[in-house]
């Protein structure tokens, strides 16, 4: 059993950055691959960027590749999404999400994922 939740969320102009951050609890976060997800307002649920257990691996949808960085501290139980250079089509609610404890395939599937944060609301003005 895994929980997570996001913080850092917040209104920011365009251009500018954030961090958001997905805490976790339970035994198995350092053997679990990691997701971040957004929901746009009307929008489906799109996947962001996936990490590997020792966060050697990482892949990012076409539309945030070389602006977000995702990162993990297996000693803090903790993943990150480093956000820069972000754009008023970014606004979503940013969720985090845990695979299943020792699979190892980085999905960009979200019914690959098995736990789920509430979500962070993340705003950029123009």
């Known amino acids: 059993q895994v929980q997570l939740a996001e913080s850092g969320g917040g209104l920011v102009q365009a251009g500018g950055s954030l961090r958001l951050s997905c805490a976790a609890s339970?035994?198995?976060?350092?053997?679990?691959?990691m997701g971040w997800f957004r929901q746009a307002p009307g929008k489906e649920r799109d996947w962001v960027a996936a990490?590997?257990?020792?966060?050697?691996?990482?892949s990012y949808a076409d539309s945030v590749k070389g602006r977000f960085t995702i990162s993990r501290d297996n000693a803090k139980n903790t993943v990150y999404l480093q956000m820069i250079s972000l754009k008023p089509e970014d606004t979503a609610v940013y969720s985090c999400?845990?695979?299943?404890?020792?699979?190892?395939?980085?999905?960009?599937?979200?019914?690959?994922?098995?736990?789920w944060g509430q979500g962070t609301q993340v705003t950029v003005s123009s």
């Open positions: 990490i590997s257990w020792s966060g050697d691996m990482t």
């Open positions: 999400a845990a695979r299943g404890s020792d699979l190892q395939y980085i999905s960009r599937d979200t019914r690959h994922y098995l736990y």
């Open positions: 339970g035994r198995s976060f350092s053997r679990s691959v």
